[in-house]
């Protein structure tokens, strides 16, 4: 049984008066030197201002956040001034002044750009205790001589090649090695080096678990696992032989569940159980922090060793929660402040009155919140080695002083490495000592000490709602940092393997019919494993589908809009019901991993329920009425609709095109890709269950040269949805132009046929995120997406800097079979795709220098993820579509010539900046010729209702699936005019005679 504390009053008077002799203690005023030092600093006036103005903070963090990737004080010069002269920041007038300059070259530019550098140079110094290690020992040796000890944290841990992974790691090993030798000659300071007659380590550093695994996922738990604890087993071993304890911090939410589960299992393990010299952080900003700390209670009675347990408030929680909102998650954090405040006392007398089994570390610069640790540490007489407390270099230190002379021992967060990594650190400390909630900010303004010390309170939540966009309330993807959700995926790929091997029937009016000929589905990863047998229908059959789908016209059209409304939403239901299994569907049947699948889900839920509330929005028409006149603008269905739908979005494509043509009144029926006829069979069952009529929706699969052909062309067909390859789609295009006899109406065509897409990532991009998303983007199913990057396009400064780590990030990809956790690039389609995609690899290899081709499995159609550089920019693989896990990378000389290149193809579908100049992201939304333009981020994962998908030139015509436009497509628009005088007379509205 876990010990509870008793109530917060019972700590609550030692508590406050004890906050009010630390507050006193921090508020002693310093000598008449350092007032005006501080008074003449100019990176003290950055902060000032930036607490004044909530417009310049933003900018001005955005500044900081590029400075370190600027090569020369003209381009600092240029950066600073789009920064700080946007419309929403007002400036102080010193500012002004040094902002007064005309030409980034000029003399007053150059001391504008020296002067901030250095402001912020000495800003990040403040927080960040050195580049070197040289640098560090004498940082650490300074805090010693201050009775305190240190915990030193390796910035940069944005791990994106196992190349810095390997680096990572043996850069910790020297730090120990170094850290520890010098750490012999230092000698012991009572206060922090021994507590309760054991001597304690001198050097402590602060590891995050993931950097140790380039390829670290949560989805993938084993694998990650092995790979991580090997490095970690070797970590450990070299800390205990240099006397040294090691910290595990906990980082986003998403890695927290796999984390904890590695760790707990780990130091269970006979080689480290003993190890009391270990800690692992904990978040109180979480909900559900409490019953993880009640966790490590549990597990440390077991273990019978304490740990020690780091207690933070939490470094993410913009980016949680931002995340859990884009993703329409439930939000991992606590949104008012006071919530996180409650929540941390009430895990500290949790942890604390537990201190037999785990020792604590009260990390924070909220003078009540260590009061209250402390008065329940002194209360109970908890042993020294038991508690302490914390702080971050370079924030609290007069806090940390006082806590010493109480006698208490304080250890200090110090993070160190060189200033580019470090970057999202110092933002973090800039907006948390900016934050007007900050303690450090309130207790600075010397805000009334009665209320500094008093219990944290709730009040009403400020943040409601989701952040902007439209009022469509989209569908979660799964969260795969959830063990319960990771049980439910692999219970969905258990279900589908049973399922292997069955025949599939066409639906024909209702009824599944035999045929004389089938085709067999394989999965890709294994082609000798039959996914399904599958029947295709005849030209008869054909004949017989079209002439049910006509008679079912008659009714349907004359379906209220609600109606059809409700059988949409019915099967988004269905769908979600049995995401797992679809998902697992997809795994089998087009070798797509479960990470990529799962949107896909959620895409084909969103058609379903966007698309009737559309219907329902556009079924109320339009009233132009005049005085003695009604003027109605309304909707009709066109007639029967063809969808032909592709094999790489088999799921969501088939579905929102069908349930497009339904919900707007139209018979539908569905031709899917020969490749993954099984999964429209599964959209053919959720649309039946769903109470489609009989002939409004059939499912007709078939050979594109034979069925697709002859129903392209046949008279009956009023529309044809299309999304597949530039050729095919130009064919149906010109083909459903031809008016056939007895034709008489003209055939409306949507189509969605590819892209050439690029990425342009410019000398001011932040390369951890640009190599990320350029991998992502051009290797996520293969590549094999209309949206996917298929040529990343470097400015000459960044161009080598951004080819070796792009290199070093493909070769740490993982392929093989996509039912595999730990694979993240899987098979292509077929046999074809790969004979195509191979000789286009051959051929890059003449254009251009391969620069990295992974190593496949033998088995399966799989192919290389290839990167080849140096292409020129008219090169055949930096044209054509290839459709499969190439990159081509082009240089370009500047950001004209990106531009140039991005939009010197035939397509014009999805592009891509990495960019932090705001000159280039204003010229990118103008000039980028696509149709989906994604700005620091990937490119691929559209998403319904938010970002709207669709493109143009050859890259396909029609609306945007997923935005408002879309169902005009599926309507025809008639208005209807009466005159409703009768004899001179007709109702005026508000007249009164």
């Known amino acids: 049984m876990v010990a509870v504390a008793n109530s917060i009053s019972s700590y609550e008077n030692t508590t406050q008066a004890i906050a009010k002799e630390l507050i006193q203690a921090t508020r002693q005023k310093g000598n008449i030197f350092s007032q005006l030092k501080e008074q003449i600093q100019f990176d003290d006036k950055l902060m000032n201002w930036t607490m004044s103005n909530p417009g310049l903070r933003v900018q001005l963090f955005r500044f900081i956040d590029a400075l370190p990737a600027l090569k020369s004080n003209s381009e600092i010069a240029r950066h600073l001034q789009q920064y700080l002269t946007t419309e929403e920041v007002e400036l102080p007038d010193a500012l002004k002044g040094i902002l007064n300059f005309t030409e980034p070259n000029t003399p ?40 305190m000890c240190f915990s030193i944290d390796l910035l940069g841990e944005a791990v994106i090649t ?149 207690l933070v408030k939490g470094a993410y929680w913009d980016q949680e929660t931002i995340k859990s909102r884009q993703n329409h998650w439930q939000q991992p954090v606590f949104n008012d402040k006071a919530e996180t405040d409650i929540n941390y006392e009430k895990l500290t007398r949790l942890l604390l009155e537990n201190h037999d089994y785990l020792n604590s570390a009260i990390a924070s610069h909220n003078v009540r919140t260590q009061a209250n640790a402390i008065a329940i540490a002194e209360t109970l007489k908890i042993p020294k080695r038991k508690f302490e407390c914390q702080i971050l270099y370079g924030m609290g230190e007069t806090l940390a002083r006082a806590i010493v002379k109480r006698g208490h021992r304080v250890r200090v967060y110090a993070p160190y490495g060189q200033l580019l990594p470090g970057m999202a650190y110092l933002i973090r400390r800039l907006l948390e000592n900016t934050a007007n909630s900050s303690f450090l900010r309130q207790n600075a303004e010397e805000k009334p000490i009665e209320e500094l010390v008093a219990p944290p309170t709730l009040k009403v939540s ?62 890709p990863s294994n082609p000798s494993e039959i996914v399904g047998k599958i029947g295709l229908i005849s030209l008869s059959q054909a004949d017989e589908a079209m002439n049910s789908a006509k008679k079912a016209f008659k009714t349907w059209s004359k379906t209220t809009a609600k109606e059809r409304a409700d059988i949409l939403r019915k099967a988004g239901d269905i769908i979600e019901s049995r995401r797992h299994e679809l998902t697992a569907w997809m795994c089998y049947e087009v070798g797509k991993i479960l990470k990529e699948g799962d949107p896909e889900i959620s895409e084909a839920i969103d058609f379903c329920r966007y698309y009737a509330s559309e219907m329902e929005r556009l079924d109320q028409g339009y009233n132009y009425d005049v005085a003695g006149e009604i003027d109605r603008y309304f909707y009709q269905p066109r007639g029967i609709a063809l969808i032909v739908s592709p094999w790489n979005f088999p799921f969501a494509i088939a579905m929102g095109m069908t349930v497009a043509a339904l919900v707007a009144g139209n018979c539908a029926l569905l031709k899917p890709a020969a490749t993954s006829t099984v999964i429209g069979a599964k959209i053919a069952e959720i649309l039946t269950e769903a109470g489609i009529p009989d002939g409004v929706f059939q499912y007709i699969p078939g050979k594109g040269s034979v069925i697709g052909d002859y129903l392209v062309k046949h008279p009956d067909i009023h529309l044809i949805a299309f999304t597949g390859s ?95 956790p730990s694979t993240k690039v899987g098979p292509v389609i077929d046999a074809i795709a790969q004979k195509r995609i191979l000789e286009y690899i051959e051929k890059g290899k003449q254009e251009g220098k391969l620069a990295i081709q992974v190593i496949t499995p033998e088995n399966g159609y799989f192919v290389p993820p290839t990167v080849v550089v140096d292409i020129p920019e008219n090169a055949t693989i930096a044209q054509e579509e290839i459709f499969g896990p190439v990159l081509a990378v082009i240089k370009a000389n500047n950001f004209d010539h990106a531009l140039a290149i991005a939009n010197g193809t035939d397509y014009a579908l999805t592009g891509g900046l990495y960019s932090r100049t705001p000159e280039h992201i204003d010229r990118a939304y103008k000039e980028f010729e696509v149709g989906n333009l994604y700005i620091n981020r990937g490119i691929t994962g559209a998403i319904v209702a938010r970002q709207p998908f669709g493109g143009f030139k050859l890259s396909g015509v029609g609306s945007k699936a997923g935005g408002p436009d879309y169902l005009l497509q599926f309507l025809e628009p008639r208005v209807v005019t009466e005159n409703i005088q009768r004899q001179g007379f007709a109702p005026i509205e508000g007249a009164d005679y």
């Open 108 to 147: 007053p530019a150059q001391i504008a750009s020296a002067t901030i550098t250095k402001a912020v140079e000495t800003l990040a110094y403040k927080y960040i205790s050195g580049e070197t290690i040289k640098e560090v020992i004498k940082a650490v040796e300074r805090i010693r001589k201050e009775k």
């Open 462 to 523: 400020l943040i409601k709602g989701d952040l902007g966009g439209s009022n469509f309330e989209g569908t979660p993807d799964t969260d795969y940092g959830r063990e319960s959700n990771l049980t439910k995926a692999r219970q969905g790929l258990t279900i589908v393997h049973n399922q292997l091997g069955k025949t599939y029937l066409p639906l024909i009016n209702g009824k599944y019919v035999e045929t004389e000929e089938y085709i067999d589905s394989v999965n």
């Open 726 to 820: 530039r050729e095919v789609g130009c064919k149906i295009y010109a083909d459903a132009a031809i008016l056939q006899p007895k034709q008489r109406h003209l055939k409306r065509v949507i189509a969605e046929m590819g892209g050439k897409n690029a990425i342009i990532i410019d000398e001011s991009a932040d390369l951890d995120q640009a190599v990320a998303g350029v991998v992502q983007s051009a290797f996520g199913f293969s590549g094999q997406k209309c949206s996917a990057c298929s040529r990343a396009i470097g400015l000459s400064t960044v161009y080598d800097n951004f080819v070796e780590r792009l290199t070093e990030a493909v070769k740490s990809i993982n392929v093989g079979d996509a039912k595999n």
């Open 162 to 310: 196992e190349v810095e992974a390997q680096s990572y790691l043996q850069n910790y090993l020297d730090l120990i090695t170094q850290l520890s030798n010098q750490a012999q000659k230092w000698s012991n300071i009572t206060e922090i080096d021994v507590a309760d007659g054991e001597n304690l380590p001198k050097v402590q550093v602060s590891v995050k678990l993931t950097a140790f695994y380039s390829q670290f996922d949560p989805i993938d738990p084993e694998g990650s696992k092995i790979k991580v604890c090997d490095r970690i087993r070797t970590l450990l071993r070299h800390a205990k032989d240099h006397n040294t304890a090691v910290h595990f911090d906990i980082e986003q939410y998403v890695y927290k569940d796999v984390v904890i589960s590695i760790l707990r299992e780990l130091l269970m393990e006979e080689e480290f159980k003993t190890r009391t010299d270990i800690g692992v952080t904990l978040q109180a900003y979480l909900r559900d922090s409490e019953d993880d700390l009640k966790g490590w209670i549990n597990w440390a009675k077991k273990r019978a060793y304490p740990i020690t347990i780091r």
